[in-house]
């Protein structure tokens, strides 16, 4: 490629396919090196021309350039006008709440990650938020939790642990004038675009899918409306919830593989969950990609391409043969993060949900034997045969 060339070398359009943009959108190569891989810009300082005069950037809290190839490709691939990334994925809740103001309501999905109400209920609500906890999936109890004060309805789809789905269509056309939010992390925009579907913001823990190896926590929301990111950028720069700059190129690599690796996730997770529905000591198996799936039909209007790597299901012999299942597994890791290429179990009652009370994962859904299956992008035979030997042990 000639100097000239690697200068004018244009992003794809928004026509390009999914692992076109993905690969290449906001990725052009370096115009200093050619560089085809973003450089890591470690620097946490910018020299200036002059007072107010640079190119662009100040200080590392405030915009990197690094940070900023992730957060323009993501907004493209999520179809809005710009993103933010941050620390974590729990930063980057806490950055959405705080649009909010003292006084403020939102509605919140009853089945979310478990450290979404731990922030809510237990430091948001000091500082004078309200929150009501309903089924998103119930369009009629969403509706009567909307009120005046309401500015945010928050929901999951599909939601952790239990793969409860939200129509986020149906959502977007009640929620009145509350800014509708979208956790993305399960399926990613290679399978679910929330805001072609009504979302005013979409959110990712980005050390899931998008990064895709364990290697990195992060976030990251992408926002439709120009005035939510302004307002969006503003906060990241003032609380400091910023992301790294080697976090950011090494979840700009994921990125590069997601369409593919998604494309894995749901091979072989359809393949497991039908094995796990047809086993004689398996009682329940909840993935949307089943025709048993209460929701099914939703799954297939609203997942693009399928419908992700994640599933839950539960033992006979309830959670002592769920705790020995889960101790059992040789290949299978028992971790508590998700998302990645490795295959990875949870038991959510004691691992990514004991922040909640018993009573409230009932509510949820999540029962004390609910086992959830991250599944990787290894050979799905040598998966079935972990499982099936940990189940036998674990139910004889």
Request: with cysteine; net charge positive; hydrophobic share 40%.
């Amino acid at each position: 490629m000639t100097e000239q060339s690697q200068k004018t070398k244009k992003r794809p359009s928004a026509e390009t396919g999914f692992a076109t943009r993905a690969i290449h959108a906001a990725q052009i190569p370096d115009p200093t090196t050619g560089a085809v891989s973003t450089p890591i810009y470690q620097t946490t300082t910018y020299a200036q021309k002059a007072v107010g005069v640079h190119k662009g950037y100040t200080y590392s809290r405030t915009g990197n350039p690094t940070v900023q190839v992730l957060e323009d490709s993501l907004a493209i691939l999520e179809k809005g006008v710009g993103g933010a990334c941050f620390g974590t994925g729990m930063s980057a809740i806490t950055a959405v709440f705080s649009l909010l103001s003292q006084g403020d309501h939102a509605v919140v999905g009853r089945v979310v990650y478990g450290g979404t109400p731990r922030l809510c209920d237990n430091i948001l609500s000091r500082f004078g938020l309200k929150f009501t906890y309903v089924d998103t999936g119930d369009l009629e109890a969403v509706n009567e939790a909307i009120t005046e004060k309401t500015k945010l309805v928050f929901i999951e789809t599909p939601a952790n642990p239990t793969l409860k789905l939200t129509d986020i269509k149906a959502v977007s056309e009640i929620k009145k004038n509350a800014k509708l939010v979208v956790d993305n992390t399960f399926l990613t925009p290679a399978l679910q675009v929330p805001i072609d579907l009504g979302a005013d913001i979409t959110l990712h823990s980005t050390t899931k899918y998008i990064e895709g190896h364990n290697t990195t926590v992060g976030g990251a929301v992408v926002l439709k409306h120009k005035k939510d990111h302004e307002d969006l950028k503003y906060l990241q720069n003032a609380m400091g919830l910023i992301q790294s700059p080697f976090n950011a190129w090494l979840t700009i690599r994921g990125l590069k593989t997601l369409d593919v690796r998604m494309k894995r996730h749901c091979e072989n997770a359809q393949i497991i969950a039908e094995y796990l529905e047809g086993h004689p000591k398996v009682t329940k198996v909840l993935y949307p990609g089943l025709d048993s799936f209460p929701q099914a039909s939703l799954a297939r209007r609203q997942h693009s391409k399928g419908h992700g790597g994640m599933l839950s299901f539960e033992l006979k012999g309830g959670v002592k043969a769920g705790m020995k299942f889960a101790s059992s597994l040789s290949l299978v890791t028992l971790a508590e993060n998700l998302g990645a290429v490795e295959t990875m179990v949870t038991h959510p009652a004691t691992m990514t949900h004991a922040a909640m009370s018993k009573k409230a994962r009932l509510e949820a859904g999540i029962t004390d034997g609910l086992i959830r299956l991250s599944v990787g992008i290894e050979d799905p035979d040598d998966l079935i045969a972990d499982l099936d030997q940990a189940i036998r042990k674990a139910v004889s």
